[in-house]
Structures are given as C-alpha cells and as structure tokens.
C-alpha cells in the first residue's frame, strides 16, 4: 500500500487568521458564507475593504468583528422613522 494518497474534502474551509489579508471569495470561504452575501456586507458598510493594485482585500480581523456581530448584509431598520 505504499504511495497510497490520502484524499482530501474539498469542503474544508480556511482557518481564519486576524493578521492576514483575504480576497473577496476568500474571505466569503472563510466565514462560511457566499461571495454574493460577502459583497452585500461590503457595500452595506458592515466590512470595510482595501485596495492593493486593483485586488480589493478584507482583513481577517474585519472578518471575524463581522460575526461576532451577528454577521449582518443589510442597513434595514438602522434609522428608520416610521410614520405612524
């Protein structure tokens, strides 16, 4: 049996790490979520990104705040005036 490979799961996720820099699908793969709800934290002002060239990055740290947080994608109910 000598040169049998172990076989791998593909569905092993990433470790986060706070001092690292992960890119957008990455950082969705890490926190176990699509890249499309990833993007929707993003652009609800719930992730702060940065830009290296032209990759735009999440740092493990933002990712793990994010969670903690509840690990929300929308501003609804944030600020509302509801008339009644």
Same mark, same amino acid.
């Given at each position: 049996?000598? $040169? ?15 001092? @690292?820099? /992960? ?12 890249? &499309?709800?990833?993007?929707?934290? &993003? /652009? *609800?002002?719930?992730?702060?990104? /940065?830009? &290296? $060239?032209? @990759? @735009?990055?999440?740092? $493990?740290?933002? &990712?793990?705040?994010?969670?903690? *947080?509840?690990?929300?994608?929308? @501003?609804?109910?944030?600020?509302? *005036?509801?008339?009644?």
């Amino acid at each position: 049996m000598a $040169g049998k490979q172990k076989k791998t799961n593909k569905q092993d996720s990433p470790i986060l790490e706070l001092n @690292r820099n /992960y890119s957008i699908p990455l950082g969705a793969k890490v926190a176990g979520c699509s890249a &499309i709800t990833f993007w929707r934290a &993003i /652009y *609800a002002g719930h992730l702060e990104t /940065y830009r &290296i $060239g032209r @990759r @735009r990055t999440v740092s $493990g740290a933002q &990712i793990l705040a994010w969670l903690e *947080a509840g690990g929300k994608t929308s @501003r609804a109910g944030q600020g509302l *005036a509801i008339a009644v």
